[in-house]
């Protein structure tokens, strides 16, 4: 291995060289080496100039995660920026690939920056619950202006090299960092004084302009950042770039970070961000397993799912045919697509000609004959085995003999669908959500047949369609849908026994998720659950069944859980539906009382706990971590309380133990009953995290 810093010399202008693969991220090493090598530079008379690069294919992309929670080793980051940013002759920052984070924040002290055209920059510590800690929430609002710069640093959104000229975070933008980086340095050589963007002060006089600037934006944030600790901070940092001098803003900055560190959200944020990186690996499943080249692509149904499917496919540049059995909804399914894309562009966030490239790549068709030519073909038919079935079967004559053939379904028997086929090592499960387009979860389900290179092909297409795969089991609902039937069970359970369905949702959303159990059933249509138990042959009728049979089907009947005024989605509470429990109370013998938020939360989410855990035990999925991936991912729960899992860990399996006991011989009720894997571990003093089966 060679060095991971080394100095260049032409002539007059030193680079300084690091490569530190695979993303140069600043581990001790990194820095140590930087300032060693601009120790010797200062006092190198024939250096005029000093340009700072990276080698491989990225400039700095961030701290090393690996070092947090530990004490940093000198030279901390800070200090280093401090040394460049005081360097006697000018350094010039040469950046490719992202500077993200630490990497920013060092390009940020350096005197100039200049960058290829494809560079990304961005702070993405939000991200992990905490704040750019080494100036950045300090320097890049002197640079960029207040606004943007708290944008940048409250969201962790990248941006491109364009955006970075506009606002000034770059000086220029150059074709290449081989002799372009050398023409500008001569160029700069001579200027005096060195521009040092801590001494900028004209972007930060905007605050006095308008005096509401921060609590305008706090407030433009406040539904997406409800809940994190970070932003606010972030906020009060810059609030603070202006208020106080450099160094006091510094010391704010410092204060922030260190409490930030310490608190829970971030530890819970931190721990996601290694959950979603391990749910990648598959034990028994290589990483060299060959995959499935994909070149294009076909979706059966046009419906709510196939449409947001043949959209991602649409949105990573595969072509896409999309197969319907009648002209009027494949019709309907196009116009929605293209509406979705055309709403999205008035929003600013596809161009004209975008629109039209991705609603080209997507090709409609009633002949099943069409999905020919490819490499994965994707059922999102309606929700019935004898269907599901009927159509595998014919996908062996027309399908290429190595597509892979994914169903979507969100509860049915994998095992039993790919017994359709001549080829069940080909078939699997790949469960989307609704919206399809948007919703980050894929659940992989590998059947008992399904190949490990169909597999390792799900999670590649997965991932190029941007999405988080997570590979399940077999079982009715796989992990997600699973755990959410117990918590919508012991939600009708709860209207029995008293609460309103606006107390149900207020205790979940104040946990932090964006709704409750009865809002979202009202948004998906109450009839789709009600189909689907009579589909079971389930007889008893329980609320959301009553409300369908009464007309009210959700926001589309603009009556479900609640009342909707025409045009409108904000839920109200309806005295009909107070009336309509209270009946059907009344038929059951329960007596009504009121639930404090404390029991309907802790009702809620511990029989989802106790399913998790019978999960684990089934060996349906391969880790706690994964569980709390996907209901990070697939159902919005907050990623600043980790997951499910990792909650339970966070409060006690033996508390969770004992109320789980006392509410199984209070009500006799099986899924009350501790799963053995809970009492195990709660004897045990264990945790859920890191536990492997046997
Ligand atoms: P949908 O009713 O909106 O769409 C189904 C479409 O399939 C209809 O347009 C129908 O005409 C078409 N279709 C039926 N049989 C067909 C056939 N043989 N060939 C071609 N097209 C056919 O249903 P949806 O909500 O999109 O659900 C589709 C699948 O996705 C189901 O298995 C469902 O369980 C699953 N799913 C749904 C959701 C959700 O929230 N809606 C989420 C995840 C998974």
Redesign the pocket.
């Known amino acids: 291995m060679g060095l991971v810093v080394s100095t260049l010399r032409q002539g007059e202008i030193a680079t300084i060289l690091v490569d530190s693969p695979p993303v140069n991220a600043l581990g001790f090493a990194v820095r140590d080496g930087i300032a060693s090598a601009l120790a010797a530079l200062e006092r190198d008379e024939a250096v005029e100039v000093v340009i700072l690069r990276c080698a491989g294919r990225t400039f700095f992309a961030g701290a090393d995660i690996t070092e947090f929670g530990k004490p940093m080793r000198e030279p901390d980051l800070r200090r280093v920026i401090e040394h460049i940013e005081a360097f006697p002759k000018p350094i010039i920052a040469a950046i490719h690939g992202t500077a993200l984070g630490g990497g920013l924040e060092i390009a940020l002290g350096c005197h100039y920056r200049i960058a290829v055209a494809s560079a990304q920059f961005g702070l993405p510590e939000v991200k992990l619950g905490i704040l750019p800690g080494a100036g950045g929430t300090q320097r890049l609002p002197r640079l960029m202006g207040l606004k943007p710069a708290l944008e940048v640093m409250v969201s962790g959104d990248f941006f491109g090299a364009d955006r970075a000229l506009a606002t000034g975070v770059i000086d220029r933008i150059v074709p290449e960092l081989d002799d372009a980086p050398l023409a500008f340095a001569r160029s700069i050589a001579a200027v005096r004084p060195l521009p040092i963007v801590s001494r900028y002060d004209e972007k930060l006089r905007e605050a006095k302009a308008v005096p509401s600037l921060f609590d305008d934006f706090a407030a433009s944030v406040a539904r997406k950042t409800r809940g994190f600790p970070a932003p606010a901070r972030i906020i009060d940092c810059v609030k603070a770039a202006v208020t106080l001098d450099f160094a006091g803003g510094m010391k704010r900055e410092r204060e922030g970070l260190i409490e930030l560190m310490a608190s829970p959200e971030s530890i819970a944020q931190r721990y996601f961000f290694f959950a979603e990186r391990e749910a990648a690996k598959i034990p028994d499943i290589a990483a060299d397993t060959p995959v499935q080249k994909i070149t294009r692509a076909a979706v059966?149904?046009?419906?709510?799912?196939?449409g947001g499917i043949a959209m991602n496919c649409a949105n990573a540049g595969i072509p896409v045919t999309l197969?319907?059995?009648?002209q009027d909804?494949l019709d309907r399914?196009l116009q929605i697509i293209r509406g979705n894309y055309e709403a999205t562009a008035r929003r600013g966030g596809l161009t004209a000609e975008e629109v039209e490239t991705r609603v080209g790549l997507i090709t409609g068709s009633l002949k099943?004959e069409d999905i020919a030519s490819a490499d994965i073909v994707t059922e999102?038919?309606?929700?019935e085995m004898g269907?599901?079935k009927?159509?595998f079967a014919k996908l062996d004559a027309f399908a290429r003999p190595d597509a892979i053939l994914a169903?979507?379904?969100?509860?049915?028997d994998v095992n039993e669908i790919a017994s359709a086929t001549a080829k069940p090592e080909r078939v699997l499960g790949m469960?989307?959500?609704?919206p399809?387009n948007v919703m980050k979860l894929v659940e992989v389900v590998r059947g008992g047949k399904t190949s490990k290179s169909a597999v390792a092909s799900a999670f590649a297409i997965s991932r190029r369609l941007k999405k988080v795969p997570v590979q399940t089991g077999v079982c009715y609902g796989f992990v997600g849908n699973r755990m959410l039937h117990r918590r919508t069970h012991e939600s009708e359970m709860l209207l029995l026994e008293g609460a309103a369905p606006a107390e149900i949702d207020k205790a979940i959303f104040d946990f932090g998720f964006p709704m409750g159990p009865c809002a979202m059933g009202d948004l998906?249509g109450l009839d789709?659950g009600y189909r689907i138990r009579r589909g079971l042959g389930v007889v008893e009728k329980n609320i959301a069944d009553r409300l369908v049979e009464a007309g009210r089907m959700g926001q589309k009947t603009n009556a479900g859980y609640y009342h909707y005024e025409p045009g409108s989605r904000a839920p109200l509470p309806d005295p009909a539906v107070d009336a309509l429990i209270d009946e059907v109370a009344r038929e059951r013998g329960i007596n009504r009382r009121h639930i404090p938020g404390d029991e309907i939360l802790e009702r809620l989410l511990y029989p989802m706990i106790n399913e998790g855990a019978r999960i684990l035990e089934e060996g349906i999925a391969l880790r706690a971590s994964d569980v709390d991936v996907v209901w990070v991912y697939g159902y919005g729960w907050p990623v600043y309380r980790g997951g499910p899992m990792y909650w339970a860990d966070s409060i006690g399996l033996q508390k969770i133990r004992d109320r789980l006991a006392a509410l199984y011989d209070e009500t006799g009720r099986e899924h009350w009953k501790p799963a053995a894997l809970i009492e195990q571990l709660a004897a045990e003093g264990g945790r859920f995290a890191g536990w492997k089966p046997g």
């Open positions: 059966i149904g046009a419906g709510t799912m196939g197969i319907e059995t009648t909804a399914g099943l999102a038919v309606f929700e269907i599901k009927e159509l169903s979507n379904t969100s509860t049915l469960h989307y959500f609704s399809a998906a789709v």
